[in-house]
């Protein structure tokens, strides 16, 4: 049976939705279970940096393999890993010593570093396959991929949000050890799916050189640097700091942090896909540009500042918290939406795999950077409000440097015609 773009493109989208909800979950499993164990937020942050800087690898690498072989092996691959990877941490135990507790799961996350990203760039990949704008139609083409890069991260967003809610619920409920292994058995059904994608989706009729794993484009290249400047901002607060901060200081039960950290995503998700909507409402009904990037970011910079602010003069921790994740939520949100339609604005169909790689490697290195930040500058805080204010002013900090990077960023047109 031939599948058509749109049918090869739900196909895509329906495994790496599933493929999410591992991904969220896993991530409060390790971080929850840990912390329990008596880790401190350091050693946390290093049991994700393989993690993350498989990540950078793998999107680096996956973008060209991909334009080789084509997104159905990328995907395949992925998939494999990830359920690879979780059957992995199935026996591990208190009893083990830190060291090698250490080292395997880093080695586990090493694994799922590489599957999550072969799975992103697999699936934003595709979208380029299905929405392809006619000469004399280009605007309402790229209205449209806005649109569909808009519902992809959105959903993938929330998804992992109730990925997180999963994983506190899981770790409560069956505990570390049989958790992961439910999730592997889910997934592998989930693969079952693709096994009816062609071979032929997202490969480029030639075959590029290695060399073309680095972008020559100065608007792929200027908005990476953005992208990883901004993930870095997110990360360096978000993933080890803030789950230890709402147990630690506000004595928060793991599923209550992972139901209010996932409601915090699925929000954040639900911005993101309703971003070309939000636009349409404030009147601008035209596809986002350059400086649609730096009004958004502009905007978020003052977010952490101000929850730092918050926190040092000592305002109600349950309030300034909620307040300025929804802030910080709604900003964001719209800036990855516009980052993630901008990128493939800066590139053509038959370089896509190549360039949202190249575009993917930053921000997996952005991650990875704000992961180790987050755990180290909590640490070293002395204190958990210390530590969380001089993570928030990282933060900040963060976004700062992705505004003055988006200066530079040139028009798609004119991207697209040098």
């Not at 599948?3 to 939705?17: E, K």
């Not at 964001?332 to 190549?354: C, G, K, P, R, W």
């Amino acid at each position: 049976m031939k599948l058509s773009a749109l049918q090869q493109y739900s196909v895509v989208t329906a495994n790496y939705w599933a493929f999410t909800l591992t991904d969220g979950a896993l991530r409060m499993l390790v971080v929850f279970h840990f912390h329990a164990l008596g880790y401190s937020t350091l050693e946390i942050a290093l049991l994700f940096l393989f993690y993350e800087f498989f990540g950078v690898i793998t999107n680096l690498y996956g973008g060209w393999i991909g334009a080789r072989y084509g997104l159905r092996l990328t995907l395949w691959v992925g998939t494999l890993l990830q359920i690879l990877a979780l059957l992995m941490l199935i026996p591990v135990a208190a009893t083990w010593p830190k060291l090698l507790s250490v080292v395997y799961v880093m080695v586990a996350q090493a694994i799922s570093g590489v599957a999550k990203d072969l799975n992103k760039m697999s699936a934003k990949s595709a979208i380029k396959t299905v929405v392809t704008a006619s000469p004399e139609d280009s605007q309402k083409g790229e209205t449209q991929l806005f649109k569909w890069v808009a519902i992809l991260t959105g959903s993938k967003n929330a998804l992992k949000g109730v990925g997180f809610f999963l994983g506190g619920v899981l770790l409560t409920a069956f505990g570390f050890n049989a958790a992961v292994g439910w999730m592997a058995a889910g997934l592998a059904m989930a693969f079952l799916l693709t096994l009816v994608l062609p071979g032929e989706i997202g490969k480029m009729k030639a075959k590029p050189a290695f060399s073309a794993l680095f972008s020559q484009s100065q608007g792929i290249n200027m908005l990476s640097l953005a992208r990883f400047f901004l993930f870095g901002a997110r990360d360096v607060w978000f993933v080890v700091a803030l789950p230890v901060f709402l147990e630690a200081s506000l004595g928060w039960t793991f599923w209550e942090i992972g139901g209010f950290l996932g409601l915090w995503v699925i929000g954040y998700g639900i911005v993101q896909g309703s971003a070309p909507g939000l636009r349409k409402l404030w009147g601008q009904t035209s596809s986002p540009g350059v400086s649609a990037i730096q009004f958004w970011c502009a905007l978020l910079t003052s977010i952490p500042a101000l929850l730092a602010v918050a926190l040092w003069r000592n305002v109600d921790v349950s309030l300034a918290i909620t307040a300025g994740l929804t802030a910080f939520a709604v900003v964001f949100a719209m800036n990855s939406s516009i980052h993630s339609y901008m990128v493939l604005a800066y590139t053509d169909q038959e370089n896509v795999s190549l360039n949202v790689g190249f575009y993917y490697m930053a921000n997996a290195a952005g991650r990875l950077v704000g992961t180790l930040l987050s755990g180290a500058i909590f640490m070293l805080g002395g204190s958990e409000q210390a530590g969380m204010q001089a993570c928030l002013w990282t933060s900040s900090l963060l976004v700062l440097l992705s505004w003055l990077s988006s200066l530079r960023l040139p028009s798609p047109r004119a991207s697209a015609e040098t």
